[in-house]
């Protein structure tokens, strides 16, 4: 027992979480448990703030995320920070890294995966885009959220088998055009979940 508020009376010993990582050579994407068409795994791409990494966490705890990946550069470590902003969420799910995102993406759309890209509203004019609504989900999906400041990859992007965006609901300021990263992939999960199929 320790004497401080911070710790709530209570200090334990433990190991430090880490990110499982994950190979293509592992053959994750080719195991029978990965071919039902309601999978989904989320890719976070460079996210860097821990109160939204934990935040995220926890949103795909409840949303039923089978699996998260994150990037193995730039992105947030596990801490305590993030599992206190997940609510424990973050012990309760698989968190993997990902070393080569590109060959992931490519391999899963061969595999017959819908890689889902999401981006704010006109970002892109060279991609088509579509509203997260409007996607139906009806095989195995992987949904990539970006960089809380620079978002997603003109790489990234192109390995997508389709964008999507959150349309605003009102006309939006210069500079104003998308969602905290953490509130956009609460709002993207709960619509895929109400668009399985």
Not at 34 to 44: C, G
Not at 131 to 141: E, G, L, Y
């Amino acid at each position: 027992m320790v004497d401080t508020k911070l710790l709530q009376g209570i200090l334990m010993d433990v190991e430090p979480l880490r990110f499982k990582p994950m190979t293509l050579e592992s053959n994750l994407l080719n195991h029978k448990q990965f071919s039902k068409a309601h999978l989904l795994w989320l890719l976070l791409y460079h996210v860097q703030d821990p109160m939204n990494f934990g935040a995220i966490i926890r949103s795909a705890y409840f949303f039923g995320v089978d699996r998260i990946l994150v990037t193995n550069k730039s992105s947030c470590p596990l801490s305590p920070v993030v599992s206190k902003s997940s609510a424990g969420a973050m012990e309760m799910l698989s968190i993997h890294s990902i070393s080569d995102v590109i060959s992931l993406l490519k391999v899963a759309a061969d595999k017959g995966w819908d890689i889902l890209g999401t981006v704010s509203p006109n970002k892109f004019e060279h991609f088509s885009v579509i509203s997260a609504s409007d996607h139906k989900v009806i095989r195995p999906t992987m949904l990539i959220v970006g960089n809380e400041g620079h978002g997603l990859t003109k790489e990234v992007c192109s390995c997508c088998t389709k964008l999507l965006t959150i349309n605003p609901k009102r006309s939006l300021s210069p500079g104003f055009d998308s969602l905290n990263v953490s509130v956009a992939t609460g709002i993207l999960l709960n619509t895929l979940y109400n668009n399985k199929i």
